[in-house]
Nanobody
Framework: QVQLVESGGGLVQAGGSLRLSCAAS????????MGWYRQAPGKARELVAF?????RYADSVKGRFTISRDNAKSTVYLQMNSLKPEDTAVYYC???????????????????WGQGTQVTVSS
């Protein structure tokens, strides 16, 4: 009923920039929050940036990454500047969404995830 579709990953040299996008679609009533997580090989998934009224960043990306939202398009972006090899990971979009089905509006939000997009930073 709800889908998150990511785009914008790729291969970039250290010091370069990439912009990730994630669009939510489907039976969306309200998007409570949107964020980005990443998972490097052999490591746990970690929060990168989060937006829910206010924004929050992992210490490792503060000053380099910027999260923004276009609520009219149900889209979240992650602008990544000054990329480092340690930023290499699969990046996942996450959203907490109140949805509906037919005439029924679900009273509690669900967590949705995108399919992931690979970001590779070469040294």
């Amino acid at each position: 009923q709800v889908q998150l579709v990511e785009s914008g990953g790729g291969l970039v040299q250290a010091g370069g920039s990439l912009r990730l996008s994630c669009a939510a679609s489907g039976n969306i009533f309200t998007i409570r929050s949107m964020g980005w997580y990443r998972q490097a090989p052999g490591k746990a998934r970690e929060l990168v940036a989060f937006s829910s009224g206010s924004t929050r960043y992992a210490d490792s990306v503060k000053g380099r990454f910027t999260i923004s939202r276009d609520n009219a398009k149900s889209t979240v972006y992650l602008q990544m500047n000054s990329l480092k090899p340690e930023d290499t990971a699969v990046y996942y979009c996450n959203a907490e969404i109140l949805s509906y089905s037919g005439g029924y509006y679900y009273p509690t939000p669900n967590d949705y995830w995108g399919q992931g997009t690979q970001v590779t930073v070469s040294s």
